[in-house]
């Protein structure tokens, strides 16, 4: 443990597996103080015990979750000084096949969330005049796509916007809002998405020669809550071994 997160709080939404578990845990290496939120209750609470951290099952698609989930962490530990939200679902399905009920559910999750935790953090952190928001987008969506990506890339696109517009509205109150971008990172969603033999295609076409690993995402995940990050804001990092070149 190195401290460069030392006694911050922390909550990651998302955090029980893949991507938010290697966030949560590199937050812990670093001496933050964390909560899990997520909807998987089992994952969540292994992974909180490990961490000693405390978990809370949470549905960020719903006020009332997202509100729960930041008020659990500041009734913890007094206060929230970064919070990660990381929960997405990417379902594959053509557009013409996509329901309005599947549309709107990828929305409620990717977005819908990501507005309603921020929202929730919101007051604390500007009684604080200090915060860190940090959102998972993709490059999904923002710069490249694929078919069966419809509502998955314009969740992703979407966070973008949200993401200057939150970092222009809380810049006065000490709180920055920025976003990682993804490339293909190899988690139990994106394995249980994809083949064995696309996965290897994949990581040959990526200039570094393999896909992204969670470790690799938390890294930048670290440094944007860090100190080192204090002047950045409204702005993304794409972490995806060169594909988008
Ligand atoms: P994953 O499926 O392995 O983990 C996602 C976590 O979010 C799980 O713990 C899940 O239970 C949780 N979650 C899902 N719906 C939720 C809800 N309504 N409320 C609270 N928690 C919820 O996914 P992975 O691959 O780790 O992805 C994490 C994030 O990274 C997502 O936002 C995804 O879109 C994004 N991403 C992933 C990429 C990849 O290649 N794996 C590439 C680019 C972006």
Do not use: C
Not at 87 to 92: K, T
Not at 120 to 131: D, P
Not at 161 to 187: M, W
């Amino acid at each position: 443990m190195t401290g460069r997160l030392k006694d911050r709080a922390a909550l990651v939404v998302g955090g029980a597996r893949g991507i938010g578990a290697a966030i949560a845990e590199r937050f812990a290496q670093e001496g933050a103080r964390l909560v899990l939120a997520d909807v998987e209750e089992q994952a969540g609470e292994e992974r909180a015990r490990a961490l000693n951290a405390l978990f809370v099952r949470a549905d960020v698609s719903q006020p009332d979750d997202a509100e729960r989930a930041v008020e659990l962490t500041v009734a913890q530990y007094g206060r929230i000084d970064i919070l990660v939200q990381n929960a997405g679902i990417y379902p594959w399905t053509l557009i013409e096949n996509i329901s309005p009920e599947e549309w709107d559910r990828v929305f409620a999750v990717n977005m819908r969330g990501t507005f309603l935790v921020a929202r929730a953090a919101l007051s604390h952190m500007k009684a604080q005049k200090y915060g860190r928001m940090i959102f998972t987008s993709s490059i999904t969506g923002p710069h490249v796509t694929s078919p069966g990506h419809g509502h998955y890339s314009a969740t992703k696109a979407a966070i973008n916007g949200f993401i200057r517009a939150a970092a222009l509205e809380f810049a006065p109150y000490g709180i920055t809002v920025n976003g990682i971008e993804p490339g293909n990172i190899l988690t139990e969603g994106m394995k249980a998405h994809r083949s064995e033999a696309f996965i290897q295609q994949m990581a040959s076409s990526i200039p570094l020669g393999r896909l992204g690993t969670p470790e690799d995402v938390a890294n930048a995940f670290l440094f944007l809550a860090s100190d080192e990050a204090a002047y950045i804001t409204g702005t993304t990092i794409v972490v995806d071994g060169g594909q988008l070149l």
